[in-house]
Structures are given as structure tokens and as C-alpha cells.
């Protein structure tokens, strides 16, 4: 089911990009980047026009970046997942190919049964651990998985990311358990803890992704999410 782009006091949004990173296929863009119709696109772009979150550019994955009357373009596709923005204004992603949807939904579906077993024992556990703050940090970020966030964002978070809080997109730039865009983040950092500000989603404390995860959610709601 696609879903309409949710405006909020971000006026930002979050992009879906699976689980970890894709590998970007080779035949992407030289060919056709000087075929591209770049004014149209950008045209496209500046009146968010919903083509752009129905469908990609072109079959394939492409990576088009440009610049017209003095505005920056992006367009993008890992082959799977697609998306577009223009001067930090980040548009809808979704996903390409109806077969890799059930693929994906299927994996997202089987990961999150693996996921909630391991979650019971994890907060069997949790008593006996030391804060998450003095454990290692793949160990903080696993140790957490769901606290602070309600049961709607745990789902996302296993569709995202499979809860991996240091997953990275090499396609988008989405990073950490709810993948959250640079810019996404960087806005709710001002709003949440501006420490955080620049630093990479993957990076931060479970806890902290955590909290500006649900600040997002109570904000603007699940629209920011793709998978929601």
C-alpha cells in the first residue's frame, strides 16, 4: 500500500531502505544520465508531484544528482527501493518491483518471530547487565532493543532495519535502527538534544535512537515510515 507524503513541523521525511545495505547494481546511470529529462524531473520534484513516489525514474538502480537554476536534484534507486529530493527536502521512498515487496515483507516478517524470542530473553537478562552506557557499543545498542519506543515503532524498526541500530544505507544515506535520514535526524537533534546534531544515526546510543525515533512518531506520526 503506498502512502501519501505526511507534512510535519519537520517538513521532512524518513526513507525506507530495508535492512542494512543494498548492493547497487552496475548498470545504473552513465548511460542514461545524459537522456534523462532532468527538467522534467526536477519540475516533478518542485510541485511533489506523487509520480515520483508511485514509481522510479526507470527500471534498474540510478543515482542522479544535479543541479538546475541553482537548486540541487537528487534521484535514486538501489533496483528495490527508490526515492528523491532536492536542496534538503527529501521526498517519499518506496519500493520498486511488487516481487521484491513480498520478498521483503516475508524476511521482515520471519525476522521479526526470531526478533521478539530473542527480545523476551534480552529483557530476562536485562537485570544482571550493566547500564547500556558502559558495555560495548554493538552490545548497548542490542541489549535495548525496543526500550522507549511503542510497539507500532518496534515493528518499524524490525521492518527498517531488522533492529540493527548500526545499519547504514549506502543507496540513501539512511543510517541506524529506524534509518533515519541526515537531515531528518539533524532536525530532531535541535528539537531533542542538539549534541547529536551531525552526528551519524548509526553512531548514537540504542537509547538515543530510540528517543528521537519516538519524538518523530508523536511529532508526525508513522507517515515518516514507509514500512509503517
Known amino acids: 500500500m503506498k502512502k501519501t507524503l505526511l507534512a510535519s513541523s519537520l517538513a521532512v ?16 546511470s552513465e548511460a ?17 508531484d506523487q509520480s515520483l513516489n508511485e ?11 544535479f543541479n538546475l537554476k541553482g537548486t540541487n536534484f537528487h534521484f535514486w534507486s538501489d533496483g528495490t527501493y527508490f526515492g528523491w529530493a532536492y536542496n534538503g527536502y527529501t521526498g517519499q521512498a518506496a519500493v520498486a518491483q511488487p516481487a521484491q515487496v513480498q520478498d521483503v515483507a516475508v524476511q521482515a516478517s520471519q525476522q521479526s518471530e526470531q526478533n521478539t524470542a530473542a527480545s523476551v530473553q534480552s529483557n530476562k537478562q536485562a537485570s544482571t547487565q550493566a547500564p547500556a552506557a ?6 548497548a545498542q542490542t541489549s ?19 533492529g540493527d541500530y548500526s545499519a547504514v544505507n549506502p ?10 535520514l541526515p537531515s531528518t535526524w539533524n532536525a530532531v537533534a535541535q528539537q531533542v538534544d542538539p549534541s547529536y546534531v551531525g552526528v551519524n544515526p548509526a553512531q548514537a546510543p540504542a537509547a538515543v535512537q530510540d528517543k528521537f525515533a519516538q519524538h518523530l512518531y508523536n511529532t508526525g506520526g508513522a507517515g515518516h515510515w514507509v514500512t509503517a
Do not use: C, M
Open 13 to 28: 521525511a524518513i526513507g525506507a531502505t530495508g535492512v542494512a545495505a543494498h548492493t547497487t547494481d552496475a548498470h545504473a
Open 32 to 48: 542514461t544520465q545524459t537522456s534523462i529529462d532532468k527538467a522534467a524531473l526536477a519540475q516533478k520534484a518542485l510541485n511533489n
Open 55 to 65: 514509481a522510479p525514474v526507470h527500471a534498474g538502480a540510478y543515482d542522479y544528482k
Open 134 to 139: 558502559t558495555q560495548a557499543p554493538k552490545t
Open 144 to 162: 535495548t532493543s525496543g526500550s522507549g519506543v511503542n510497539s507500532h515503532l518496534q515493528l518499524i524498526k524490525q521492518r527498517e532495519s531488522g
Open 171 to 180: 543507496s540513501s544515506g539512511a543510517a541506524g535502527a529506524y534509518q533515519f
